[in-house]
């Protein structure tokens, strides 16, 4: 068998990996730029709403918050503060614990989202490759972002139904950290306490 051509080497590899990662980070980031440029909005406040949108019972306070942003508590209580006189965002007492308050959308908040992700045009992407290449595509991202968010030590914030402690019961989902139950909604959500079942593969 002949020696792989320079183009096909693992460093050549690597190399376009990081192009290709690193441009398409930067193409976002400029696209969110402008429309926050556009809606005379700040980016970590969109970047909030984005969160807040996707986050489940456990992560949509503003500890999680301010673990996703991974900005100080002060910074990130200014932009919710200033979210919620906007209209976007809403607080609500934990129905258990009354100290906890929990964050979500108001309707103008979720139509911001939905503008932001219409302008970000990433859905369109994912349908005009059909399935299963979404799938593949999808599955390769959540690697790629858990694993670099393991090694920048940030925390992983998946999707709740791909964590290790998910359980499927014949009642439903199932937290086996937090030992409560979780309904179909939750168990698409982000979670702070995400823990992805192959990362010992890393550190092994
Ligand atoms: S199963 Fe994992 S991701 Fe889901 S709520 Fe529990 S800790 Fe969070």
Not at 117 to 134: E, K, N, V
Request: glycine letters at 6%; aromatic letters at 4%; proline letters at 4%.
């Amino acid at each position: 068998m002949s020696e792989p051509s320079p183009a096909e080497s693992p460093a050549a590899m690597a190399l376009h990996f990081t192009e290709l990662t690193l441009q398409l980070a930067e193409l976002l980031l400029h696209e969110m730029h402008r429309f926050a440029a556009l809606h005379r909005m700040d980016i970590v406040h969109l970047r909030a709403l984005l969160f807040l949108d996707r986050a489940n019972r456990y992560s949509n306070t503003l500890a999680g918050l301010t673990d996703y942003l991974g900005l100080t508590k002060g910074t990130v209580s200014k932009s919710v503060a200033l979210l919620e006189q906007a209209g976007h965002l809403r607080r609500t007492p934990d129905s258990q614990d009354r100290r906890v308050q929990h964050l979500s959308l108001t309707a103008s908040g979720e139509d911001v989202v939905q503008r932001l992700l219409t302008h970000l045009r990433l859905g369109d992407i994912a349908r005009c490759m059909g399935m299963p290449q979404a799938e593949q595509a999808t599955q390769m991202l959540r690697h790629v972002l858990s694993t670099c968010q393991r090694l920048n030590q940030r925390r992983a914030f998946g999707i709740c139904q791909g964590c290790r402690h998910h359980q499927r019961t014949p009642m439903g989902g199932f937290c086996g950290l937090t030992q409560q139950p979780l309904d179909d909604d939750q168990s698409q959500r982000l979670c702070r306490e995400f823990a992805s079942p192959w990362l010992e593969v890393l550190e092994s």
